[in-house]
T-cell receptor, first 112, second 114 residues
Framework: GQQVMQIPQYQHVQEGEDFTTYCNSS?????IQWYKQRPGGHPVFLIQLVKSGEVKKQKRLTFQFGEAKKNSSLHITATQTTDVGTYFCAAVYNTNAGKSTFGDGTTLTVKP | NAGVMQNPRHLVRRRGQEARLRCSPMKGHSHVYWYRQLPEEGLKFMVYLQKENIIDESGMPKERFSAEFPKEGPSILRIQQVVRGDSAAYFC????????????FGPGTRLTVL
């Protein structure tokens, strides 16, 4: 089946350092979504990318969608302790199928 | 606006018992998804339902698991004869549109099988 690889699995940073997580698919995506799950919480939608080469920003978060629509990244500038959690990408291959495939997530810990 | 509601939040069952997990989607949403999350792991798709229809159940184990989304009432994920390996967090999500759009997740049900 279709799979999306997300790396790294874990990332430990010092507060103030940057953080990046990557999602890679072997096949072209229709769109990709990013979610954040705080420890003990539930996934919360962050953003959706649809267009080839798209870049979106939310304060310190920058989301990119590759030109070939096979990969995506989430970059956090100057991490804060409130950024801790697991970041998931969710790949949509066929918008009419109604199903998205989640990556295994990158768990970010931030040392103050 | 009430978000996606799931109950119970925590459920303890002994091996061999049945577990029923309920999900009420956001108002106006007719698409429901169920995911399972094992400790320290990602979200695994289980099933996608619309009102009275199962659209995609490719992630559901073939035995003991079933799901429904009746015309009236919440979506139900049912696990019969639970085993220890069923212990996990089960999340429900809903979306408003036919095409996959933003999914709004409920708080999850944490199932523990003793």
């Amino acid at each position: 089946g279709q799979q999306v690889m997300q790396i790294p699995q874990y990332q430990h940073v010092q507060e103030g350092e940057d953080f990046t997580t990557y999602c890679n698919s072997s096949t072209t995506l229709s769109n990709i979504q990013w979610y954040k799950q705080r420890p003990g919480g539930h996934p919360v939608f962050l953003i959706q990318l649809v267009k080839s080469g798209e870049v979106k920003k939310q304060k310190r978060l920058t989301f990119q969608f590759g030109e070939a629509k096979k990969n995506s990244s989430l970059h956090i500038t100057a991490t804060q302790t409130t950024d801790v959690g697991t970041y998931f990408c969710a790949a949509v291959y066929n918008t009419n199928a109604g199903k998205s495939t989640f990556g295994d997530g990158t768990t970010l810990t931030v040392k103050p | 606006n009430a978000g996606v509601m799931q109950n119970p939040r925590h459920l303890v069952r002994r091996r061999g018992q049945e577990a029923r997990l309920r999900c009420s989607p956001m108002k106006g949403h007719s698409h429901v998804y169920w995911y399972r999350q094992l400790p320290e792991e990602g979200l695994k798709f289980m099933v996608y339902l619309q009102k009275e229809n199962i659209i995609d159940e490719s992630g559901m184990p073939k035995e003991r698991f079933s799901a429904e989304f009746p015309k009236e009432g919440p979506s139900i994920l049912r696990i019969q004869q639970v085993v220890r390996g069923d212990s996990a967090a089960y999340f429900c999500a809903s979306s408003p549109n036919l095409a996959v759009d933003t999914q709004y997740f409920g708080p999850g049900t944490r199932l523990t099988v003793l």
